[in-house]
């Protein structure tokens, strides 16, 4: 499938969203308090909606948003590789989410001045939502890494295990880069923007940034870690188990 | 004044249709009784979120996903209210959670069965969210204020659910040959499991009496039962699917549905601890309340030293 610059810039993001919403989902019913419950699900139903409206944009020749959802194998999801990585515990959900809420964040408040129509709005109804995320994750940061012994230490964990997924984020390849450019979009403000909220943040939480800034990168290209196989394969079962099923 | 003319004036309160609030004296049995119904009901809620999560990360349709994601939100936030509740009575949560996995505090036994297809779900939202607003709706006009007014906002949403799992169910029923397959069996699976939802039957039911006195429950487990017998079996007709009960008819003189012996012995095995999956809805809580531990203490200790710092800055 050849794809427009368009069809892939909205692809790594409604696939970024879409399997890190399924991540979070797995949280249902086993989150640490009934309130976290509520609010993880929520978050994963914001970003399993933004990225139906993504999927239904690009849809084209009678194809659904189903068919891109659930008919695609690993080497075509776009996602950044950091969204798929597994919950762990409570703190390695919240730093992976922090890390990713910023770079979504920043990226959507660019998006809300960029040149494509669709995008705008699209960006304009997310980023209400978006931004109680980042607050939420950055909020839960803050308490964990500045709460007890114990929290502060799992939550230095955390961030040393999940860092090396950060770079990948801001590293474009050649149509996401003449994409950027033709909307608009100042790469280099998003990293800022990124880079000093995070670091904020971090800082409050009184956690330290690790040094390397080596990364691991691939997803937005098809090249997944071990661990998306095996959501899809969840995710995409009954769907592909009953091909003549028209209506579920 | 003696505690007689309390109890009196108590149940004055009830007979008039007041409602009692959480500062009125209220007898023991009556606060006792209500914290294990609302508890049991708040357990309920939770548990149920587990049969149901077992299937949001496969659901057919993104669709499909953000409804039943939505769903178990819903069935959280009556967690929630329901907690706050009973609290009202004088049970913390944490100590309501801990009779839970101790095995003390008991919730519904419907949802120690599995899910083992997608159309379980859809199942559920028909005939468990239907026979929960079959006793729901009673419950809007039960005596304790707080109760009342937590069922009239989850009744709302109880019968959004139910339309929705009636919908999945509509699908699969007119659906391709496996589709309907997959939805009679699960009618098959569920509908006794759901009959017994309202409890023993009258003759059997040791809190009934003091409860209908009290006003804590408004009718009978054996009249609620029948009307939700009444109401869902034209829609299992209406699906092209049956109940797996040949003794159901309909009587044509009275207009009710009369259906067959329901297996007691099944429903005290699996309240007593010994159904398909009551073991793992337990160590389910049980793992997230003790891995909730450290996140709930950081949050402590945080807030603590925010409060401290404040203080100081202040100082």
Known sequence: ?248 | MGEISLEEKFQNTIDKESKIEPKDWMPDGYRKNLIRQISQHAHSEIIGMLPEGNWITRAPSLMRKVSLLAKVQDEAGHGLYLYSAMETLGLSRDESLEQLITGKAKYSSIFNYPTISWADIGAIGWLVDGAAIVNQVALQRTSYGPYARAMVKICKEESFHQRQGFEIMTNLAKGTKEQKEMAQNALNRFWWPSLMMFGPSDKDSTHSDQSLKWKIKRMTNDELRQEFVNKTIPQVEFLGLTVPDPDLKLNKKTGQYEFGAINWEEFYNVIKGRGPCNKERIAARTKAQKEGEWVKAAAKAYSAKKINRRNTKAA
């Open chain 1, 1 to 248: 499938m050849k794809l427009s610059n368009l069809e892939t810039f909205c692809l790594i993001l409604a696939d970024s969203n879409l399997i890190l919403g399924h991540r979070l989902s797995e949280w249902c019913g086993h989150g640490p308090e009934l309130e976290q419950d509520i609010a993880l699900i929520n978050v994963s139903l914001d970003l399993i909606g933004q990225s139906r409206s993504l999927y239904q944009h690009i849809a084209k020749n009678g194809e659904t948003e189903d068919d891109i959802a659930y008919l695609r194998d690993a080497k075509d999801f776009k996602n950044h590789l950091l969204c798929e990585i597994p919950n762990g515990h409570f703190g390695d959900t919240i730093i992976r989410q922090f890390l990713y809420d910023s770079f979504h964040y920043f990226l959507l408040e660019g998006l809300t001045k960029c040149k494509n129509n669709f995008l705008r709005g699209y960006a304009l109804k997310s980023i209400k939502e978006v931004q109680y995320h980042l607050k939420h994750s950055g909020n839960w940061s803050i308490r964990l890494g500045d709460g007890t012994n114990e929290s502060h230490n799992k939550l230095q964990e955390s961030l040393n295990n999940i860092w090396a997924y950060t770079p990948e984020m801001f590293e474009l390849n050649t149509p996401e880069i003449q994409f950027y450019e033709k909307l608009g979009l100042n790469k280099d403000k998003i990293k800022n923007n990124w880079i000093n909220h995070t670091n904020n943040v971090l800082r409050e939480a009184t956690l330290k940034i690790p040094e390397s800034n080596w990364g691991q990168s691939g997803g937005k290209t098809g090249q997944h870690t071990e661990h998306l196989g095996f959501i899809l394969a969840e995710m995409q079962h009954v769907r592909r188990s009953y091909p003549d099923a028209k209506n579920w």
